[in-house]
Nanobody
Framework: QVQFVESGGAWVQPGGSLTLSCTAS????????LAWWRQPPGTRRDRVAV???????DYDHSVNGRFTISRDDDNNKLYLRMNTLRPEDTATYYC????????WGQGTRVTVSS
């Protein structure tokens, strides 16, 4: 099973930017379609960005144009660049496969508020 460790979360003011990182172990990430997921307080976890093995990325409409997902398969890393952050982006962010089939890490907390 893949082990994911997320980092980079922080408190940021609306309009700010953050880059999240995900490091994977026990697997070769190039074999997987990967995704960033987020879970706002009191709600379910949803997928917001996908990076496929082949082909381009895909984004939920709520983050399209503001977030950029990227992967570094040589170093088993996944990234999420988040620009123009909004209060509704406040959530714990997780990386996993597209289907969320691997064990979940602890996530990294992003808080957007003034």
């Amino acid at each position: 099973q893949v082990q994911f460790v997320e980092s980079g979360g922080a408190w940021v003011q609306p309009g700010g930017s953050l880059t999240l990182s995900c490091t994977a172990s026990n697997a070769t990430l190039s074999r997987y379609n990967l995704a960033w997921w987020r879970q706002p307080p009191g709600t379910r976890r949803d997928r917001v960005a996908v990076m496929y093995i082949t082909g381009g990325p895909d984004y939920d409409h709520s983050v399209n144009g503001r977030f950029t997902i990227s992967r570094d398969d040589d170093n088993n890393k996944l990234y999420l660049r988040m620009n123009t952050l909004r209060p509704e982006d406040t959530a714990t962010y997780y990386c996993n496969t597209y289907a969320g089939t691997q064990p979940w890490g602890q996530g990294t907390r992003v808080t957007v508020s003034s």
